[in-house]
C-alpha cells in the first residue's frame, strides 16, 4: 500500500472550515483515499473516500489532486466535537485490513 | 440502531493470567475484524472473519492469541499467559456484505474498545 504524510497537529477555530492535508504520491492507479477520525476513547469512525472524482457526505468533502498525489479533506463548519485525530489512507480494493499512521490531531477551539 | 458493542471496556489483569475479550457485532454484519491500538501506535490488524470462510489470522501476534465467532455473530479473543506487551486498546469492527463490486470499501463500523492492561 502506498504511505501518505499528514501533518502532526493543527488547530481551528469552531465555525471556521478546516483543511486537513495528505500527501500520498506514491498512490496507484487502483487505490482510494480513505479518511478516518478517532475521537478520544472511541474507535475509529469512516468518514469519507474516494478515487479521483471529490467526493462529498454529509460529515465532509474530500478534494483529490488531478495527478492524485495529495488529497484534502474539509470539515465546512468545525464543532468542539470534531476533536480528534483524523487518518489519510490509501487502499487497494479488496483490501480489509486497515493500517493507520499518526494522522493529524485536530484541535477546535471556541 | 445499535452499534458494535465490546466488553469490558477495560481490563486489568496480571501477568501470565488469561483474557477473553467479546465483541457484538451490529446484527446483519457478515464481517468482523479485531484490530488493537497500543499506546501512541497506530493501528494492528489481528483477525479477520467473513461468513462461513476460514479467518485470516495473519495479524495474530503469537500463538497466545486465539479469536472465535460462534454462529457468525458474536467474537471472543483470547489471550493466554498474558504478558505486559500485551496491553492496548482492542478494537472490533463489522462490515456489512456489500453486493456489486462485493466487499470493495468494507466500510468498517468500530466499537468503543477494550483497554487492557497487564500488570
Known amino acids: 500500500d502506498a504511505k501518505t504524510t499528514q501533518p502532526p497537529s493543527m488547530d481551528c477555530a469552531e465555525g471556521r472550515a478546516a483543511n486537513l492535508p495528505c500527501n500520498h504520491s506514491t498512490i496507484s492507479g487502483n487505490e482510494y483515499v480513505y479518511w478516518y477520525r478517532q475521537i478520544h476513547s472511541q474507535g475509529p469512525q469512516y468518514i469519507i473516500h474516494?478515487?479521483?472524482n471529490n467526493e462529498t457526505n454529509e460529515m465532509a468533502s474530500l478534494i483529490i489532486t488531478e495527478d492524485r498525489k495529495s488529497s484534502t479533506l474539509i470539515l465546512p463548519h468545525a464543532t468542539l466535537r470534531d476533536t480528534a485525530v483524523y487518518y489519510c489512507i490509501v487502499r487497494r480494493p479488496n483490501d480489509y485490513k486497515l493500517s493507520f499512521g499518526a494522522g493529524t490531531t485536530v484541535t477546535v477551539r471556541a | 440502531g445499535a452499534g458494535v458493542s465490546q466488553s469490558p471496556s477495560n481490563k486489568v489483569t496480571e501477568k501470565g493470567k488469561d483474557v477473553e475479550l467479546r465483541c457484538d457485532p451490529i446484527?446483519?454484519?457478515?464481517?468482523l475484524y479485531w484490530y488493537r491500538q497500543s499506546l501512541g501506535q497506530g493501528l494492528e490488524f489481528l483477525i479477520y472473519?467473513?461468513?462461513?470462510?476460514?479467518?485470516?489470522k495473519s495479524g495474530l501476534p503469537s500463538d497466545r492469541f486465539s479469536a472465535e465467532r460462534t454462529g457468525g455473530s458474536v467474537s471472543t479473543l483470547t489471550i493466554q499467559r498474558t504478558q505486559q506487551e500485551d496491553s492496548a486498546v482492542y478494537l472490533c469492527a463489522s462490515s456489512p456484505l456489500l453486493s456489486g463490486l462485493a466487499g470493495l470499501h468494507y466500510e468498517q463500523y468500530f466499537g468503543p474498545g477494550t483497554r487492557l492492561t497487564v500488570t
Open positions: 446484527s446483519g454484519h457478515t464481517a
Open positions: 472473519f467473513q461468513g462461513n470462510s476460514a479467518p485470516d
Open positions: 474516494g478515487l479521483k
